[in-house]
């Protein structure tokens, strides 16, 4: 098994590389003065021809370039005779827009797996994707593995006063009950309600009572962070002693940062499959520990 | 047959549809906030389920962007239930990645092209593709269809004096020689040679004397305009009274059109597969002419 690192592996390559004990290589990459992308593989360094290849790289902004790289790397490790190609995207962009919300649209995380499974891949794994149904487009073998017990480790060690486990929406509640589980601590999901006088919206945790509670909001993804800041503003104001901020993905478009630190939120805490200053815990454990199991 | 313009069409969609008298659409298209396109048949407008979908998207820069609109609008097309999609590609990036320079290389453009053909294309037509053999990785039918009839009409009407046809290398002869054939006029080819004594690299026209004459470079594309710039200037050393450049896609990177007209070239035409603002011809005709000859 010999790891490659895209140009988008925000080194992840190497720490799997090193954790499992096999070869590694980093492909070579440049920009043509178009704007048009090119690698290479180094074969002068590693010869891949009957291996398996694993190739590394997260599909973080600016998602369009990382993926055509991506299928450039699957496609030329096929041709270059690779027995076997493993995609590792630790971030899948476009997994959001998943079904048609309207008609007429575009279904872009079935065009994207797909694309990546034409170009080569023979197996697909991915972190938290934002629906796990959305991987059944394939055909290959995939896994969505989870960075929430990593998370969760890592919360632990922190020992907070009092931590809930709050999940953004109903929908996103298996990733809270998950770390939840691991902390030992009960768990909820945010609702928002509109109030009726004023008209102003509020986001609460749905039955929990939160007041002089360490609040933890889990999340497979901070974007904007929107519904992250106003739910950390109407815990604050319920009476919550502290507000952390847990994804595994931390996009943070825009001025996501700033916004999420002025709603009174004290600590963001994301990995490393979006390079960001808050991404600190890796997700190599985990990828490393599933091919290990996969060797 | 309906034509569809997506995000990338340059107007080329809504001439052929004229042209051809055929009804289009132009596709719904935003950027979320993250960087990811979105778009959207408009259904409510036009159905084009069981119609021949003929999906308009060129591939200039930024190349990455409308590759993955134009997988996207081709994969929706599908979905729809359209009978044919067709992919008119006039401007078809990473063409000039077309085979392994050095062991290694991604071949971009058979990813590009195989990555179009698995969305769901059922048919793909370019224009002046750097090179025509490239096609051959598809298995679905194909055309290269060429500016250059469209580009050599013009110059007629230009009534140069004395006009002569240069291709910027030997392999490139074959656009000089069409555009010559319509002109009635000689061709060559450039070569660069150094000079022995100065060190000086200087391009000339292989063999013709082109002294008193306009000299009309012909390419297929124009990137940074290295080739071109030290053409015109060795021409107007050898007593050529003008340059013109023409090419079919100008890309035209960095600073091309200051450094073009700096090395005295006095006039720059190109075709409408990349928007520039030298690109005054339309080819939305050579396309038209072709889906007429395929309806």
């Given at each position: 098994m010999i790891i490659v690192g895209g140009p988008a592996a925000n080194n992840i390559d190497l720490e799997i590389a090193k954790l499992i004990n096999a070869p590694s290589v980093t492909l070579e990459y440049k920009k043509f003065p178009d704007g048009e992308s090119y690698i290479r593989y180094p074969v002068e360094e590693v010869d891949i021809s009957g291996e398996t290849v694993v190739v590394v790289q997260s599909l973080y902004p600016p998602q369009d370039k990382h993926f055509l790289e991506l299928l450039l790397a699957l496609s030329t490790a096929k041709d270059l005779g690779a027995k076997e190609v493993i995609a590792v995207v630790p971030y899948l962009a476009y997994a959001r827009q998943d079904k048609r919300f309207r008609r007429g649209e575009a279904i872009s995380v079935n065009v994207v797996l797909k694309a990546i499974e034409s170009a080569g891949a023979d197996r697909f794994i991915t972190i938290d994707i934002h629906k796990e149904k959305s991987l059944e487009v394939l055909s290959i073998p995939h896994e969505n593995l989870t960075a929430m017990r990593e998370l969760a480790k890592y919360l632990l060690k922190r020992n907070y006063k009092n931590p809930v486990i709050l999940a953004p929406d109903k929908g996103a509640i298996g990733h809270a009950k998950e770390v939840a589980k691991i902390l030992g601590t009960e768990y909820d999901y945010i609702v928002k309600v509109r109030d009726r006088k004023t008209g102003e919206v509020r986001a609460e945790a749905k039955s929990l009572d939160v007041e002089g509670s360490t609040v933890i909001i889990v999340d497979d993804i901070i974007s904007t962070g929107g519904t992250m800041a106003l739910a950390a503003k109407c815990s604050l104001a319920l009476g919550a002693r502290a507000v952390i901020a847990v994804c595994t993905h931390a996009l943070l478009v825009n001025n996501a940062l700033t916004r999420l630190k002025e709603s009174g939120i004290s600590e963001i805490i994301a990995t490393n499959t979006v390079p960001s200053p808050?991404?600190?815990?890796?997700?190599a454990n985990v990828l490393a520990e599933y091919l290990r199991r996969i060797l």
């Open positions: 808050v991404s600190r815990i890796s997700v």
